[in-house]
């Protein structure tokens, strides 16, 4: 399937999120990230983003993204998972991630 250009924004996004995560994104940070994305995007955003990671991964890691995305739905990841991915994005540069001061 070919991958759609993404706007301008969504585009940013991924390259902050490469650059937060330069040797591709956790597992465990899959479902942290993608409520972390909701709560700033739009569902149709975060399902282009996806996209566009999941076709530039392995098999096993656009899997793993599909099924994060269907547990943000169905699952609220801990306060402090979402801290760790906030922070780390937030040291790639990415602005939508500010860490929260205790």
């Known amino acids: 399937m070919a ?3 993404l706007p301008p924004l969504l585009k940013k996004v991924v390259d902050w999120l490469r650059a ?3 040797e591709g994104v956790p597992d465990v940070d899959y ?3 993608f409520a ?6 739009s569902n149709n955003d975060v399902e282009l983003i996806a996209d566009d990671l999941a076709s530039s ?5 656009a899997e793993a993204i599909r099924k994060a995305i269907a547990a943000v739905t ?4 801990s306060e402090a998972d979402v801290n760790r991915v906030r922070a780390r994005l937030a040291g790639g540069g990415w ?3 500010k860490p929260h001061h205790l």
């Open 3 to 5: 991958s759609m250009e």
């Open 57 to 61: 991964s392995d098999p096993e890691s």
């Open 20 to 22: 937060g995560y330069p």
């Open 31 to 33: 479902i942290p990230l």
């Open 74 to 77: 169905n699952t609220r990841p």
């Open 36 to 41: 972390l994305l909701g709560s700033e995007l």
């Open 95 to 97: 602005p939508l991630a």
